[in-house]
């Protein structure tokens, strides 16, 4: 039985292909092969095409389906702007989803800070990597990109004798350009995920 989000992502499928841009794929931006397009997404090599999502050969019929679809589908001319870095709650209308971004973007990470820190290169190799403004603070930092134009910048300080470690995630300036709001808490989420995945 096909399940709710499976549905979501073909209907989104279907909305995009009916009325599919001509140079979509520099808005992505991919690389296009007829009316398939190939591009990086949470670390991994993602095609969308007519019959699905796929990231890594894998068919995508949950939640990165759906914010793969819902960025294909609010793909524009605008470039990624990067700085100044926002804090998720800084972007209108996210109060709904602050708690939920804090529990499963920033703590779900607490718990594998130190593993991270020693990973820190492999991550960022695989999720696409980019200097950290000078501004940055923190113990340890990188920014990397689950999707072509939205980026997150991780923060990361190391537990010391008075203080646990601490996590921040934050996004490019414009990321709400490409995604809905809760699809941008999602997508932190998800990010966080595979960072976890890579350093178990």
């Known amino acids: ?30 690389e296009r ?3 398939v397009f190939e591009f990086s997404a949470f670390g991994g090599v993602c095609t969308i095409q007519p019959d699905g999502i796929f990231i890594d050969a894998k068919k995508q019929d949950e939640a990165m389906g759906i914010l793969v679809s819902l960025y294909a589908l609010q793909a524009n001319t605008e470039p990624c702007r990067l700085e100044p870095f926002k804090a998720f709650k800084e972007f209108p209308d996210s109060m709904p989803y602050i708690g939920a971004f804090t529990t499963h973007t920033e703590n779900i990470l607490l ?15 695989r999720l696409g990597d980019r200097e950290t403004p000078p501004d940055i603070t923190g113990d340890f930092s990188f920014v990397v990109y689950p999707l072509p134009k939205i980026a997150l910048c991780y923060i990361f300080y190391d537990a010391d004798d008075d203080f646990p470690p601490s996590v921040t995630c934050l996004f490019s300036n414009n990321a709400l350009s ?3 709001i809760a ?5 932190g989420e998800y990010t966080s995920k595979v960072i976890i995945d890579m350093v178990q």
């Not at 989104?12 to 009916?18: F, I, M, R």
């Not at 718990?111 to 190799?125: E, G, L």
Request: glycine fraction near 2%; proline fraction near 7%; hydrophobic fraction near 40%.
């Open 111 to 125: 718990p594998h800070v130190k593993k991270i820190k020693t990973s820190r290169q492999n991550i960022i190799d």
């Open 1 to 30: 039985m096909e399940s709710n989000y499976a549905k979501i992502v073909k209907e989104n499928l279907d909305k995009l292909y009916s009325q599919l841009p001509n140079d979509i794929e520099i808005f992505i931006p991919a």
């Open 178 to 180: 490409f995604l809905p």
């Open 183 to 187: 699809a941008m808490a999602d997508v």
């Open 33 to 35: 092969k007829g009316d």
